[in-house]
């Protein structure tokens, strides 16, 4: 099985966070099929590392793009929108499927969510973002917010 790794694009200084070098992954043989089979994509944050990563298949290939930011923890999705909270920051991503087709690798890409707003919240380390009735939700080891 082979991995190939996308270039991480930069949200925060380069000296903060490792390499993309310093990142490795393994899974089992069927994982790759099964992402495929689903047409899901698992997204994960490491905030030790500064990278919100993205894992999807084509068959059993499968295509990891790594994504630097500072800290990300919160994390909420639905069908069109992403909400990602960082070290002192509240992304909003909207899904735009214009651009997909022009994306690396080319025919695997078949939904992008680009930035739309992004709320500075302070220092606040984000660890948990959910869906509420009136918008999303917040957690932070100190306190509890809804939008």
């Given at each position: 099985?082979?991995?190939?790794?996308?270039?991480a694009?930069?949200h925060?200084?380069?000296?903060e966070?490792?390499?993309?070098?310093?990142?490795?992954c393994?899974?089992?043989?069927?994982?790759?099929y099964?992402?495929s089979k689903?047409?899901l994509?698992?997204m994960l944050?490491?905030?030790?590392?500064?990278r919100?990563?993205?894992?999807?298949?084509?068959?059993?290939?499968?295509?990891?793009?790594?994504?630097?930011f500072?800290?990300?923890m919160?994390?909420?999705?639905?069908?069109q929108?992403i909400?990602l909270?960082v070290?002192?920051?509240?992304?909003d991503?909207?899904?735009?499927?214009?651009?997909?087709s022009?994306l690396?690798?080319?025919?695997?890409?078949k939904h992008?969510f680009?930035?739309s707003?992004?709320?500075?919240?302070?220092?606040i380390?984000?660890?948990?973002?959910?869906?509420v009735?009136?918008g999303?939700?917040?957690s932070?080891?100190?306190?509890?917010?809804?939008?």
């Open positions: 099985m082979e991995e190939n790794l996308l270039p694009d930069s925060e200084d380069k000296e966070a490792p390499s993309i070098a310093d990142f490795s393994e899974s089992s043989e069927s994982f790759g099964l992402l689903l047409g994509t698992l944050t490491s905030y030790q590392a500064n919100l990563i993205l894992i999807n298949a084509d068959d059993d290939e499968l295509y990891i793009s790594v994504k630097a500072p800290r990300p919160g994390l909420a999705v639905d069908q929108r909400v909270g070290h002192s920051q509240v992304f991503f909207q899904r735009c499927d214009a651009v997909a022009s690396e690798p080319m025919g695997l890409v992008c680009s930035p707003s992004s709320h500075f919240t302070g220092m380390n984000i660890h948990d973002i959910a869906w009735m009136t999303f939700g917040l932070t080891p100190t306190f509890h917010v809804y939008a």
